[in-house]
Nanobody
Framework: QVQLVESGGGWVQAGASLRLSCSAP????????MGWVRQAPGKEREFVAA????????YYADSVKGRFTLSRDNDKNTVLLQLSSLKPEDTAVYYC????????????????????WGQGTQVTVSS
């Protein structure tokens, strides 16, 4: 199992940037494909971005493509989600998620693909 701890959320104005961090203490971090999922008030959780175990492959939701950048550092057991050009519709709780094994191209965008979840961090973007 892996424990995930997010940080970096906050309140910003539209157009600003934030960086979310997800740490996963342990010696097997590189064995997990990682993702970010968000949930806005009154809505279901939606896929944001995912990254393969070796950082060789990343996927993004169309709504964030070109604005968000996902990276990972396996030596530091950390995943970073850089949020830029934020919009009010990006307001949500952002969850770090992990899947033991490879990132699967057919399922990476489904929230059920990820078995492990952090507690979430709130991002609020005002207009």
């Amino acid at each position: 199992q892996v424990q995930l701890v997010e940080s970096g959320g906050g309140w910003v104005q539209a157009g600003a940037s934030l960086r979310l961090s997800c740490s996963a203490p342990g010696r097997t971090f590189s064995s997990y494909a990682m993702g970010w999922v968000r949930q806005a008030p009154g809505k279901e959780r939606e896929f944001v971005a995912a990254i393969s175990r070796s950082s060789g492959v990343t996927y993004y939701a169309d709504s964030v493509k070109g604005r968000f950048t996902l990276s990972r550092d396996n030596d530091k057991n950390t995943v970073l989600l850089q949020l830029s050009s934020l919009k009010p519709e990006d307001t949500a709780v952002y969850y770090c998620a992990a899947r033991f094994g490879p990132l699967r191209s057919k399922y990476y965008y489904t929230v059920t693909e990820y078995a492990y979840w952090g507690q979430g961090t709130q991002v609020t973007v005002s207009s």
